[in-house]
Structure formats: structure tokens, C-alpha cells
């Protein structure tokens, strides 16, 4: 089984809707991460998580929200959806801690958001 | 605003030869570096990491970090068609574990 879920894998949806995608994880980590993924742009993280209590903006948190349900789930809204959100959305997680190999972020298979 | 360069591509090598990916970052507090290699509609996958100045290797792909030119390379030996996709860089500054990521390098390895 994969450490990391992400639901659903494909949503096609229209201009004003509400969408949430999920993600989860079996590998204990303390720490989530949202990310959108545009041709030509790279990752750019949306929201991050470092514990059920920490909720922190990225750099492109604007038009989305997100929730922190337990340890091994967090929640992407996108409350009123736009074309201009279609991409490639990931769920990363990481452990606790700044150094050696618990820095290293683990990505989720991915949901492929199309608005129209 | 912190930066992490990489060059789109395509790079294109032969199979078997050495394949050379660059990035470099802004930031020069950074601390930690990654590779990621991601195949089209995948998701990315970690490569190699590296925390300190010079080469790391791990069978057929070296890192290497020059934290004074705030440069850092992916090196793939014996270049394969397998080794066709798009090659991210990422770096992490200061004490949070956030990542910047490079837009990547796109890599086509022909038979």
C-alpha cells in the first residue's frame, strides 16, 4: 500500500464550485505539505502543516484553505474554484526535524484538478 | 525572494554517456539539497540528498554541492532511456522545512 493517498486521482469541475482534495498517510510523519504543479513553474507550495495545530500559508495560499483532521490527514479546499486553479495538485510529507534525512519531503501520487 | 535556477532543456545524451543537470540557488543560508526526478504525470521521486560541500554518490548518480558558489549538480553515469524525465532541484533555507523547488530539467536519454 502507498504512504501516501491522495483522492481523487482526476476531478473535472466548473467555475464557482467547492472541491476538496484529500490526503493521507501511513508514515507517521508529523509534518504535510500542499503543492500545485504548472507547466514551466516548477512546485509552489500552497499551505504546510507541522502538527494537527500548526497551519501555516505558502506562497500561493490565496483561493484555497485547508484542515488539519489528525495527524494523518490534510484537507486542500478550493471554496469558489477557477479555471486559473487547473494543475497538478501534490501532498508531501515530512518528519519532524531540520537535518539529515528528516528533511526529506515524500509526495503523494498526485490529483489532476481541471475547472472549467 | 529565493531562487532555485535550473535549466528547462531538453538535455539529450546518447545512452551511456554522462548526463550533467545545474542548479543553483539564491539563498546562501541554505542547508539542505535535494534531487527529485519526476516522470510525466508522476509524482516527483527522491533521488539524492546532500548537506554538505562536495560529492555524494549512490550507484549510478553523484551530487555535488559547492555551498560557496551556491551550486549544486546531478550527475548520471551510464545514462539510460529509463532516465528520461524531468530532474527537480530543491533546496531548504532556514530552520522550517520548506522547499523551493526549481522548475526542472527536462532530460531525454536516446537509444
Known amino acids: 500500500d502507498a504512504d501516501v493517498t491522495q483522492t481523487p486521482r482526476n476531478r473535472i469541475t466548473k467555475t464557482g464550485k467547492r472541491i476538496m482534495l484529500e490526503c493521507s498517510q501511513t508514515k507517521g510523519h508529523d509534518r504535510m505539505y500542499w503543492y500545485r504543479q504548472d507547466p514551466g513553474l516548477g512546485l509552489r507550495l500552497i499551505y504546510y502543516s507541522f502538527d494537527v495545530k500548526d497551519i501555516n500559508k505558502g506562497e500561493i495560499s490565496d483561493g484555497y484553505s485547508v484542515s488539519r483532521q489528525a495527524q494523518a490527514k490534510f484537507s486542500l479546499s478550493l471554496e469558489s474554484a477557477i479555471p486559473n486553479q487547473t494543475a497538478l495538485y501534490f501532498c508531501a510529507t515530512s518528519e519532524a526535524g531540520t537535518s539529515g534525512t528528516t528533511d526529506t519531503q515524500y509526495f503523494g501520487p498526485g490529483t489532476r484538478l481541471t475547472v472549467l | 525572494q529565493k531562487e532555485v535556477e535550473q535549466n528547462s532543456g531538453p538535455l539529450s545524451v546518447p545512452e551511456g554517456a554522462i548526463a550533467s543537470l545545474n542548479c543553483t540557488y539564491s539563498d546562501r543560508v541554505s542547508q539542505s539539497f535535494f534531487w527529485y526526478r519526476q516522470y510525466s504525470g508522476k509524482s516527483p521521486e527522491l533521488i539524492m540528498s546532500i548537506y554538505s560541500n562536495g560529492d555524494k554518490e549512490d550507484g549510478r548518480f553523484t551530487a555535488q554541492l559547492n555551498k560557496a558558489s551556491q551550486y549544486v549538480s546531478l550527475l548520471i553515469r551510464d545514462s539510460q532511456p529509463s532516465d528520461s524525465a524531468t530532474y527537480l532541484c530543491?533546496?531548504?533555507?532556514?530552520?522550517?522545512?520548506?522547499?523551493?523547488f526549481g522548475a526542472g530539467t527536462r532530460l531525454a536519454v536516446h537509444p
Open positions: 530543491a533546496v531548504r533555507s532556514g530552520g522550517y522545512n520548506k522547499l523551493i
